[in-house]
């Protein structure tokens, strides 16, 4: 497989350039072709674009849940998930052997997605999309972070 093509979904600058930079440093044969902030920038882009190999797609961007874009235009693309959403969700996504990269990103985990994306390239993609939805949508068990401590005598 030579010199695949990718786009990074991301609302954060930031995120995005460095995601791109660690795609860069970690894989040469991955041409990141452009970066989109938003839904309707991406759907705007697939629609009139030849459809690069993978996309690193963030859950939430600036206009709402990526999942949007599916719903909007046909994506031929593989994706990768990266987010910041939480462990909860996260290990759901991983148990149904769906790649995400939790933020901030590592190049280790990058390298080991990027693998997997190679060995699984050409073969249909099992992902649903209607299943991943719902599954964002549960609501997830929350425990407090925060406690309110008395030291000492009132």
Do not use: C
């Not at 894989?27 to 882009?45: I, K, M």
């Not at 991943?132 to 972070?145: D, E, G, T």
């Amino acid at each position: 497989m030579g010199t695949m093509k990718a786009i990074i979904v991301e609302d954060e600058l930031f995120a995005a350039m460095r995601l791109e930079k660690l795609i860069r440093d970690t894989d040469s044969q991955v041409e990141v072709v452009n970066r989109l902030e938003s839904v309707a920038d991406t759907v705007r882009w697939l629609r009139n674009n030849p459809h690069p190999d993978l996309i690193f797609l963030d859950i939430h961007l600036e206009d709402g849940l990526s999942f949007s874009i599916f719903d909007q235009t046909e994506v031929r693309s593989s994706i990768i998930f990266t987010t910041a959403y939480d462990e909860y969700a996260i290990k759901a996504f991983k148990h149904r052997s769906i790649d995400y990269l939790l933020k901030p990103i590592s190049a280790e985990e990058l390298k080991m997605a990027l693998h997997k994306f190679r060995e699984w390239h050409g073969k249909k993609s099992m992902v649903d999309i209607e299943e991943l939805r719902l599954l964002m949508a549960a609501p997830s068990i929350q425990y407090r972070k925060r406690f309110s401590v008395t030291v000492g005598r009132n």
